[in-house]
C-alpha cells in the first residue's frame, strides 16, 4: 500500500479495504495529532479531537475532492474542532502574540530530564508558531497555500510569518547555550 | 543538542524539531488504534448540517447544538452528558460513539432525552425521518 497515491486508498478505503485505509492513518496520524498538541489541548482532549478527525475522513471518503491536499483537509478539519474544544475549556482561542504565552510547556519535565533544548525553546513560541512550524516540520509537502489556509493567515503573509517564528525560535535557542 | 542548532538551515532545524517532538511528544499508541477502527463507525445515512454551537458564542454551560432538524442541549453531569433535545422529523434518535450507542424514543411533541452520554467523539442519528428510509446524522464533533 506504501506506493499507491491518495486517490487509489480514498477509493479502496471508500469500499472498505482496511489496509487502504490503515495506509491513510499510517500516512497522516502524526500530521493529526500536531494540530491540537501545538494549541497545548491536554493529550485526553487531543486524542478525542484525532479520533473526530478519522471518524469524519471515514464518513467523507468519497467527498474529498482534492486527494492531493488531503493532509490539508485533514489539518483544516483538526483545527476546527480543536478550537472548538479550546472554547469548550474555557480557554479563549489565542490572538497572534509574538510573546511567549505564559502557560507552562506540557512535557517539559522529560525535556528537562533529556536536555531537550530545542523542544523547550519550541513550547515557549506562540500557538501559532508552534503550529506553523509543527505543519511545516511534519508535512513539508503542503504548500504556503494549503498551510495559510489550514491555519488561517493570508497567504501572502506566511513566508514571513513563518520566518519570524523561526527567528524567534533561533533566539531562544541561543538563549539557552549553556553557561 | 542546543549549539548545533543554531548553525542549521531552517529545513534542518525543522527536521530536528520533529524529531524532537516524536521523541518528547508522541501521538499515543492507543489513539492509532481508535484511527484505524473509525472505519467501521461509518453510517450510510443523510448529513445534518451544523447551523449553530453555542460555544462559539458563550461558552458557558449548557452547551446548544443546533443541525438542520435537529436541536440538542448538552449538559455535562457526573459520568458523562445528558442530552435533552427536539427533532423536526423522526421516531427514533440514537447517541453514537465509537463502539457504543444509546437510543430514545421522540415524543410526539418532537422532543427526547438521552442520558450517560460518554465525553469524546459523538453523532447524533434520526431514524425514521421520511419514506425513503435512510438515516439522517449529524457530522462527528467532540461533545
Do not use: K
Amino acid at each position: 500500500m506504501h506506493d499507491r497515491n491518495n486517490s487509489e486508498l480514498l477509493l479502496r478505503a471508500r469500499f472498505g479495504d482496511a489496509d487502504a485505509w490503515h495506509e491513510i492513518v499510517r500516512r497522516y496520524a502524526r500530521l493529526v495529532w500536531a494540530v491540537p498538541r501545538s494549541h497545548r489541548l491536554s493529550p485526553e482532549d487531543a486524542a478525542d479531537v484525532c479520533q473526530a478527525t478519522w471518524l469524519a475522513l471515514a464518513e467523507n471518503l468519497s467527498g474529498i475532492r482534492h486527494p492531493e491536499r488531503l493532509g490539508a483537509w485533514l489539518v483544516t478539519t483538526t483545527r476546527r474542532e480543536t478550537l472548538t474544544v479550546l472554547r469548550l475549556r474555557g480557554r479563549e482561542v489565542p490572538l497572534d502574540r509574538w510573546e511567549a504565552a505564559d502557560a507552562g510547556p506540557t512535557p517539559e519535565e522529560r525535556a528537562l530530564a533529556r536536555d531537550a533544548g530545542l523542544w523547550r525553546a519550541y513550547a515557549t513560541l506562540t500557538d501559532r508558531c508552534r503550529e506553523i512550524l509543527r505543519l511545516a516540520a511534519f508535512a513539508p509537502e503542503l504548500s504556503f497555500t494549503q498551510v495559510a489556509e489550514a491555519v488561517g493567515i493570508p497567504v501572502n503573509s506566511l513566508g514571513a510569518t513563518r520566518g519570524r517564528c523561526l527567528a524567534v525560535l533561533r533566539r531562544r535557542l541561543g538563549a539557552e547555550v549553556p553557561r | 543538542m542546543t549549539g548545533p542548532t543554531l548553525t542549521m538551515t531552517d529545513r534542518e532545524l525543522l527536521d530536528a524539531l520533529a524529531l524532537a517532538v516524536d521523541d518528547l511528544d508522541p501521538m499515543p499508541g492507543p489513539l492509532l488504534a481508535r484511527a484505524r477502527s473509525a472505519l467501521v463507525e461509518r453510517a450510510d445515512a443523510v448529513t445534518s448540517r451544523l447551523l449553530s454551537d453555542s460555544v462559539h458564542v458563550d461558552p458557558g454551560l449548557p452547551r446548544r447544538v443546533v443541525f438542520a432538524g435537529l436541536d440538542l442541549r448538552l449538559d455535562r453531569v457526573a459520568g458523562g452528558l445528558r442530552v435533552t433535545g427536539s427533532a423536526r422529523a423522526g421516531a427514533v434518535v440514537v447517541a453514537r460513539w465509537p463502539g457504543g450507542r444509546v437510543t430514545a424514543v421522540v415524543d410526539q411533541a418532537g422532543r427526547f432525552h438521552l442520558e450517560r452520554v460518554p465525553f469524546g467523539p459523538v453523532r447524533f442519528v434520526l431514524r425514521g425521518v421520511d419514506a425513503s428510509g435512510r438515516d439522517h446524522a449529524t457530522p462527528w464533533f467532540v461533545a
